[in-house]
């Protein structure tokens, strides 16, 4: 009896060992070098987006409901962001809210285009600052882009409000796109940030 149990808990544990190394395949596997991601984000976000529904403005902290851009809220005709590749393929170029007081531009390229080791972003925003951001490679899947704020400039180590982290995930087969727009002040976490849903048109 007790070879027995023995023998069941060592082929236990090899079954778990095993699903375990394929779990740990498969995130390796999942990983991008920052080439591969601006390739992804060029394909995929390369669209006109319309402001999803109020109702599916789940997990926000109401940005969606400016004065400036309430208007847009589920009207599918009405563009909330839209991307396009400008430079000859080297830099993908976001407009956030255009045509309205809050419209902003976001612009995403490769340190050498050439020898992309390194993605980086430069954030023109309301708040009337530039952010500098670096892709994080570690927290970035297919479809979930992360960038975190530069933190050898001075904007993002200082107390001055500004975006200071940028969130972009896509989901129902890459037609929706939740963009994450995180805000700091006094050097920690604001309360309130600029998310939005969106659905590409």
């Known amino acids: ?38 390739e992804r984000m060029r394909f995929v976000l390369s669209d006109s987006w319309s402001l999803s529904a109020e109702e599916e403005q789940l997990d926000t902290t109401g940005a969606h409901k400016n004065q400036a851009i309430v208007h847009l809220v589920g009207d599918d005709k009405a563009v909330g962001t839209k991307y396009q590749v400008i430079g000859r393929g080297a830099t993908l170029e976001e407009v956030l809210l255009p045509n309205t007081k809050k419209s902003m531009v976001t612009m995403y ?9 390194e993605l980086k972003a430069t954030h023109y925003c309301a708040k009337q600052n ?29 107390e001055e409000d ?40």
């Open 109 to 117: 390229h490769c340190d050498s285009y050439k020898n992309c080791t």
């Open 1 to 38: 009896m007790k070879s027995m149990l023995l023998v069941l808990v060592v082929v236990g544990a090899t079954i778990f060992t095993v699903v375990q190394a394929k779990e740990e395949l498969k995130k390796v596997e999942e990983k991008m070098t920052a080439m591969e991601v601006y």
């Open 162 to 201: 500004h975006i200071h982290k940028m969130i972009f995930e896509l989901s129902e087969e890459d037609s929706h796109l939740k963009a994450s727009y995180l805000a700091w002040k006094d050097k920690k976490i604001r309360k309130k940030h600029s998310i939005y849903h969106f659905d590409r048109m």
């Open 130 to 158: 530039q952010p500098e951001f670096i892709l994080n490679l570690e927290e970035t899947t297919p479809n979930k882009f992360v960038f975190d704020c530069d933190m050898s400039t001075e904007l993002c180590n200082s």
